[in-house]
C-alpha cells in the first residue's frame, strides 16, 4: 500500500532533549515536506525536500534541522525541543515538482508534547 | 497563490449530497483548484482537483464556475464518516526544481453528517 508512515504517533519528552521523528514513504516521490499543526494557526510548512540532500526552510524552520540522506526517508529533528514545539506534526510527500493527480499523500501525525 | 474563503461550518444529513463552496476570486490562470479533507487529527487526505472543467472521481465531483472565480466540492451521497474538515486551495503546479510551492491551508469548512 502506497503510504506516507510517521513515527511515534505520540511522544512527551522533556525540555532540551533532542529527539527525531521518522517519516518513510514507498511511492518514489521526490518532494517531502513536513507541516506542523496548531490550533487557530492551521498547518504550517516547516521544512521541504525536493530531492536527496536538497533541503529548504518552510514557514516555520526555526528549532527544526531536517536531512535526506535516502530518497525514501526525511527525519526531523529536534535537537532541544522547547514547549512552543508541542503540536501535531505531518509529514507529506510528492512525485517531483509537478503534482501527480493525486496531489500530496501525507501521513498519520505525530502528536509531540514538550514538558 | 489565489486567497479561498469558504464557510466556518456546514451541516449535511446521511445520504444527502453535501456540497461545499469556495470562493476565490483572485484565482489567476495557471491556478488549479484543489481540495483537502482532514478526519479529526488525521492526516490530510486528496480529494480532488481541477483547472476549469469540472471533474469527478470516486470521492466527488468539483464544479467550476466558467469564470473560475468559485467552485463547488460535491459529495454524492453523505455518510457519517465524511464530517471532516475541507480545505479549498489554489496554486500552480511546480514547473521548475527551485520552486517547490507549499500547500497553504486556511482554516477550511468543518462538514458535521447528521444520522
Known amino acids: 500500500e502506497a503510504q506516507v508512515t510517521q513515527n511515534p504517533r505520540y511522544l512527551i519528552t522533556v525540555t532540551g532533549k533532542k529527539l527525531t521523528v521518522t517519516c518513510s514513504q514507498n511511492?518514489?516521490?521526490?518532494?517531502m515536506s513536513w507541516y506542523r499543526q496548531d490550533p487557530g494557526l492551521g498547518l504550517r510548512q516547516i521544512y521541504y525536500s525536493m530531492n536527496v540532500e536538497v533541503t529548504d526552510k518552510g514557514d516555520v524552520p526555526e528549532g527544526y534541522k531536517v536531512s535526506r540522506k535516502e530518497k525514501r526517508n526525511f527525519p526531523l529533528i529536534l535537537e532541544s525541543p522547547s514547549p512552543n514545539q508541542t503540536s501535531l506534526y505531518f509529514c507529506?510527500?510528492?512525485?517531483?515538482?509537478?503534482?501527480?493527480?493525486?496531489?500530496?499523500?501525507f501521513g498519520s501525525g505525530t502528536r509531540l508534547t514538550v514538558v | 497563490d489565489a486567497k479561498t474563503t469558504q464557510p466556518t461550518s456546514m451541516d449535511c444529513a446521511e445520504g444527502r449530497a453535501a456540497n461545499l463552496p469556495c470562493n476565490h476570486s483572485?484565482?489567476?490562470?495557471?491556478?488549479?483548484v484543489y481540495w483537502y479533507r482532514q478526519i479529526h487529527s488525521q492526516g490530510p487526505q486528496y480529494i480532488i482537483h481541477g483547472l476549469k472543467n469540472n471533474e469527478t472521481n470516486e470521492m466527488a465531483s468539483l464544479i467550476i464556475t466558467e469564470d473560475r472565480k468559485s467552485s463547488t466540492l460535491i459529495l454524492p451521497h453523505a455518510t457519517l464518516r465524511d464530517t471532516a474538515v475541507y480545505y479549498c486551495i489554489v496554486r500552480v503546479l511546480p514547473i521548475s526544481s527551485g520552486s517547490a510551492r507549499q500547500l497553504t491551508f486556511g482554516s477550511g469548512t468543518q462538514l458535521t453528517v447528521l444520522p
Open positions: 483572485t484565482i489567476s490562470g495557471n491556478e488549479y
Open positions: 511511492m518514489n516521490h521526490e518532494y
Open positions: 507529506a510527500s510528492s512525485t517531483g515538482t509537478v503534482v501527480s493527480n493525486y496531489g500530496y499523500t
